[in-house]
């Protein structure tokens, strides 16, 4: 099968590479000139586990190939949209890359075509695409199926995920589905409606911000009580509890969220609720919650340090995991950005970060000090934070950890997750311990 995939930034890319590994024909569409010819000789930047071997596989196996021609199109049984819609300055989405797409596709688009929508849009983004620039066209299955990846496990998810699909009409959703189930033959969920399709990723996405959200306020209420209380094992004892078919399901708390996804798609609902006349409060509530996050940490170690009586002017903080997730080498919208930007405007001087999943061009402030290891990191640090818990930080020992940092420093866990066992061994090593609504020393 033919397959062109237009735009190929993240999601294009486990797309394209999954399917050429599959031995079908992929051609990437990317306005990006640089990118397009670097994947045609085998190089891909996206900073995803497998991704890169996959793409070099499949341009040698001549499966995979890009231009910023729409020539393809021609050719292609299949039209895939993966262009970004990112957030505009009014908190909707900004859809003119999709807009610029289906203008384009108008010239190109034949009889017995499927054009599926991937990127992330408000509900009615697909029909009144197809209805302004491809009424003309007769025969052609257009639809949407929402990107539902996580980062980090992406190539395995899309190989084994159930895919949701809604046509323009039923037609073409019963084209795109089969598409999808002859290809990849994964389970495939039918809605009724390309909105509803729509609708979806954007009631998945809200989950789980607002879920984590939830984590992050129940963290900060631990914090606050004079007990000592472990936010971990009241999520643990919390998820216990069977309602309907499914338990409760509380995420962790961290320093914050970030991703290109999570960071948007709760205002589009927001926006989109405005719009209709339904004021709805938890989307931006949520949004709230975690984008303060970096801010309340960054708060909190400063009170611990001045609790030391530490001079801020010479205090090294180290910070381990960089990228917005673990095992995940994206730094879009990364919560550690603001992170050290906070820390940074309370007077430390001294930030050092590792993180090997990350570009060398990842972090843009010039203060921060990029190290090429944990141990140059971590050297003499004053306070240790994990900011992610990639494989070759999770693995650091808490010995290690003792031997590296300076004496009585602080170990601040936003995203490892320290066991309680290990958090005993650091106190016994003499390091301070510190998590996220994770408190285990007496309060006076």
Known sequence: ???????????????????????????????????????????????????????????????????????????????????????????DADLSAIRDVFKMLSGYVSDGQIIMVKSTVPPGVTRQMANEFLAEKENVFIGFSPERLAEGNAIQEFRTLPIVVGGINDKSTERCADFWSTTLGVEVIKVSSCESAELVKLANNQWIDLNVALANELAILCDSLPYNLDILEVIQGANSLKKGQHYVNILTPSIGVGGYCLTKDPWFVSSLGEKNGAHIKLPGTGRRVNDMMPSYVADNIIAHLAEKNEDLDSVKLAILGYSFKT????????????????????????????????????????????????????????????????SDIAVISMLEIAEHMSNKGLVYDGRRYLSKDEIAQLVDLGVSYKGVGRSFGSKN
């Open 1 to 91: 099968m033919k397959i062109s995939i237009v735009g190929f930034g993240y999601i294009g890319a486990v797309i394209g590479a999954v399917y050429a590994e599959l031995g079908h024909s992929v051609h990437a569409i990317d306005s990006d000139v640089s990118s397009m010819n670097d994947l045609n000789q085998g190089i891909c930047h996206v900073p995803e586990p497998a991704l890169r071997e996959l793409i070099k596989k499949g341009v040698e196996n001549k499966n995979l190939s890009g231009s910023t021609s729409y020539d393809s199109i021609l050719g292609s049984d299949v039209v895939l949209v993966t262009v970004g819609t990112p957030l505009s300055d009014e908190f």
């Open 327 to 390: 095992n995940s080498g994206d730094v879009r919208f990364t919560p550690m950005e603001k992170f050290v930007k906070e820390l940074f405007n309370s007077g430390l001087k001294h930030i050092s970060v590792f993180d090997s999943t990350i570009s060398e061009s990842a972090i843009t402030d010039e203060r921060v000090f990029r190290t090429k290891s944990w141990q140059e990191c971590m050297s003499n640090a004053d306070c240790l934070v994990f900011g992610a818990a990639h």
